[in-house]
Every structure is written in structure tokens, then in C-alpha cells.
């Protein structure tokens, strides 16, 4: 995580944790508790992981080398009470959910940060929210006479501009339409962010003044501009398939908890449009691209220039494909998987095995793109992903990562230290949770025009 926290939350609790009671709190036990009150929360908080640290004052979800994790100050967790703790948990997933972690940097950032929380927490209900906290059509905590004393004209103007522009603000709206609205407050919240005089200096210090600080985010929304465009698309990849997991099992359970009817409706919507498996399978061969360093006399040498020539990079990968010898995996879903990848890895050596419980060395081929390969049976025994998953690993000087093409009905294999992607047929399913760090892809049928 960026070192810069000026994003972090300026908001206190009503009580402060000490560092005994901060080193006895648990996560696990409120984690648990989601499930039974809010299973749609749940669903999408068991795809993250979760660490605890110090790092940061509150805590904030991040997206990074294509992993969504959810960071948690003890200290600050200790001192909220169980409603605030699940409310704060339904709070990072709904800026999953938006996709606030992988949209592109707003400018001004501190107003764009303002904007995400009031469109949240427009959902949770406020005695889930830290007191204080940041919510549409209500106004900041008035002013002690003995708080206006300490702080400067400019600081009270600040504090109570932002505060009646806030409490104007209908609920439920977006944050694109919040961030808009407070354009008129942009240089109020960027000179309090920056300590009221143009310098960088504590969000919301009031000058150092002994004001209270201008209430701002509950969480911490660093690092959120800092992913690469492959890392931006793979994680909204991960967390739409986490939404749709979460969606259709809260519609087929009929338990929604307290997300609000009007925003079922939006997130069906969200999930109507299915994500190509074809986009997943793109993200995993490049991902798992290495970089070739080779001369060129084309190119200037930076620190030679016009005495040795230049390097010039090319990027190729190595896959292994294990196929899965059950009979579910027929020569129409290969030709289906081997279509898509002869179109998006042009440049991927892929290398070919035949498995059962264990990995059939003799059946190596490498991928002639010529056509797509037959099934040719070599085992006929059950399935065990260990055996691939062992193979791949003891081969990792030969490949970049590997696909296991498989109809999913085996026990979780355990982890893996290359990349590993599951390509599930058509019709069936993975019969595990797989590892965040791994791939699904789930193939579909083309649909055939009528």
C-alpha cells in the first residue's frame, strides 16, 4: 500500500480502544455473524482476503497484483461497536460492488473519496455507521462555541460550508452525481486536506488549531488509482463473478438482509450482462506473459548510444493445458476452449498433457495451431487436480502457468505456486471455492442464431 494516507478517515469513534482490548479483537466472530443476518455480504466478503495491520488508522479494500484484499486496523475495529463493525464490513463491499477501487483517479481525489462514501452510506442504516460519519442530508455535528474559539474564520467556513452542502443532498444517490454536487465545496475540502494554508498537512486538522476536524471518509481509500489496466480488468472480472455468486444465491435463498429492494433491482441489472469467459482466459495468458530481452541495432543504447546497440523486449509465455480424461470432456468442448485460445495467445507456447490421477508424461504434445487436438485418450481412471497441480509445480522452470480443462468434479487440490486456471465445460461447475489467487474460468455455448 502507497504510503500516502491522506485519504484515510480523520473520524474518531465515541470511544477509543486501548491496546489490550485492540490485541483481544477478533474479525472471525462478526464474519460469522454476517452470515446469518447478512448472507449477501457475506458471499461477497469470503472472495477477500482479509489482514490485519497497523498501516493504515481505519480500514479500506485495495486491488493489487490482481488480488482484492481488505485491510483492518485492530485498534480502530476494537473500538466500534458489533452494528458498526458489520455495517463498516457492508460498507467495503459495496465499494467493491461500485467499482470504486477500479475506476480511474477524480480530480480532485479528496472529493471524489467524499462522493463514494456518501453513496454508500446512503444503504447502511446509520447506527451501523461510526458517529459522525459522512451521510447525505445531514449535517456535521455543530460547533462548540469553545471549538469556533480555537479555530481560525476560515477553518469554521470550511467546516460549515461543506456541512450544509452535505445535509442539501438526497440519499441513494451515485457517486459520479455526489462528486458533481460538490464541486461547489472542491477548494473547501482540498485546503482542509491540505491544513487550511496550501500546505500538506493532516486532513481535516482545522490549522492545527484544536478544532475537531472536518468528519471524512470511514475508510481508507489509498492506492485505489494505482492499478495497471490488466490488474483494473481482472479484479472487476473477480468481483463481478463474486457479485453474481452472491446475487443468485440471495434470489434463490430469498435472504437479502438489509440491502434495500431498490438496489436488488440494481444489482440483477449489474449481473445481467455476463462477463465473457473469453475476457477471463485473455487475463490469464497475459498475466502469465515473461519478458525476452534481445539486441537491437534499431534501438538507442541509453547508456552507449551510437556504440552498442539497444535491447528490445518481447513478451511470450509458456502454458501447460491438462485435459482431463472423464468422459465429460468431450472433443466439442475442446475444440470450443482451443478456438478461443488460438485467437488470444498468439504468442503462448502451450504444451499439452493428458491426465487421471496422475499426469500422463507420454502424452506431451505441444499445440499445433494449425488445428485443434483431438481427445486421444490415454487414461480412463477418476480425477484428482493434485496430480497436475504436483506436476506443474515441479516443472515451473518449463511453463508461466497452467490450465487444467476440466468438468470440476474434484476436491480442492490444495495451493499452487504457478498461475492456475481452471476452464470448467459447459453445464458443469467447479465443486469447490477455488483459491482467491486462482482462476475460473466457466465456458458457455455459443449461442446459435434462431
Not at 447502511?124 to 462548540?144: A, H, M, S
Request: aromatic share 8%.
Amino acid at each position: 500500500m502507497a504510503k500516502n494516507e491522506s485519504t484515510a478517515t480523520d473520524l474518531a469513534p465515541a470511544t477509543t480502544a486501548t491496546d489490550a482490548e485492540a490485541a483481544a479483537f477478533e474479525l472471525d466472530p462478526h464474519l460469522i455473524s454476517l452470515m446469518w443476518s447478512e448472507p449477501f455480504f457475506s458471499t461477497i466478503l469470503r472472495k477477500v482476503t482479509k489482514e490485519k495491520t497497523d498501516k493504515i488508522p481505519t480500514a479500506g479494500v485495495l486491488a493489487k497484483d490482481g488480488q482484492i484484499r481488505m485491510w483492518w486496523n485492530p485498534k480502530f475495529l476494537a473500538s466500534l461497536t458489533p452494528p458498526q463493525v458489520k455495517g463498516l464490513c457492508k460498507h467495503e463491499c459495496y465499494h467493491l460492488i461500485f467499482e470504486h477501487t477500479t475506476t480511474r483517479r477524480h480530480d480532485p481525489h479528496i472529493v471524489w473519496n467524499y462522493a463514494t462514501d456518501l453513496a454508500i452510506n446512503s444503504l447502511i442504516p446509520e447506527e451501523e455507521l461510526p458517529e459522525g460519519g459522512l451521510i447525505p442530508g445531514k449535517e456535521f455535528t455543530p460547533l462548540t462555541a469553545e471549538q469556533k474559539g480555537n479555530m481560525s474564520d476560515e477553518a469554521v467556513g470550511r467546516y460549515e460550508r461543506v456541512s450544509a452542502k452535505i445535509a442539501s443532498f438526497p440519499r441513494e444517490m451515485a457517486a459520479e452525481w455526489y462528486f458533481g454536487q460538490l464541486q461547489d465545496v472542491a477548494d473547501d475540502l482540498v485546503n482542509e486536506e491540505k491544513g487550511g494554508n496550501g500546505q500538506p498537512g493532516e486532513e481535516g486538522d482545522g490549522e492545527g488549531e484544536g478544532g475537531p476536524g472536518m468528519p471524512g471518509p470511514m475508510d481508507d481509500h489509498d492506492g485505489w488509482d494505482e492499478l495497471t489496466d490488466e490488474e483494473r480488468e481482472l479484479v472487476r472480472g473477480k468481483v463481478k463473478q463474486a457479485l453474481d455468486d452472491a446475487v443468485r444465491e440471495a434470489d434463490r435463498s430469498g435472504q437479502w438482509g438489509s440491502v434495500p429492494s431498490g438496489m436488488r433491482g440494481t444489482l440483477r441489472d449489474m449481473i445481467s450482462k455476463e462477463i465473457p469467459w473469453q475476457s477471463v482466459l485473455k487475463q490469464f495468458c497475459g498475466m502469465t506473459r515473461r519478458a525476452n530481452r534481445t539486441s537491437n541495432v534499431k534501438r538507442l543504447n541509453r547508456k552507449y548510444p551510437g556504440i552498442h546497440p539497444g535491447v528490445q523486449k518481447g513478451y511470450t509465455s509458456s502454458i501447460a493445458i491438462y485435459i482431463d480424461q472423464s468422459g465429460s470432456v468431450d472433443d466439442e468442448a475442446l475444440s470450443l476452449f482451443f478456438g478461443e485460445l488460438k485467437n488470444l495467445a498468439r504468442q503462448t507456447k502451450i504444451t499439452i498433457f493428458n491426465f487421471d490421477t496422475e499426469v500422463d508424461t507420454d502424452s506431451e504434445r505441444e499445440w499445433d495451431r494449425s488445428r485443434n487436438p483431438g481427445i486421444e485418450r490415454t487414461r480412463c481412471g477418476g480425477t484428482d487436480f493434485r496430480a497436475p497441480t504436483k506436476h506443474a509445480n515441479k516443472n515451473k522452470s518449463r511453463f508461466d502457468g497452467y490450465l487444467i480443462l476440466t468438468d470440476g468434479e474434484c476436491s480442492d487440490p490444495g495451493p499452487s505456486r504457478l498461475k492456475r486456471g481452471y476452464v470448467i465445460c459447459p453445464g458443469r461447475e467447479l465443486y469447490f471455492d477455488a483459491p482467491r489467487r486462482d482462476f475460473v474460468i466457466q465456458m458457455k455455448q455459443k449461442k446459435v442464431a434462431a
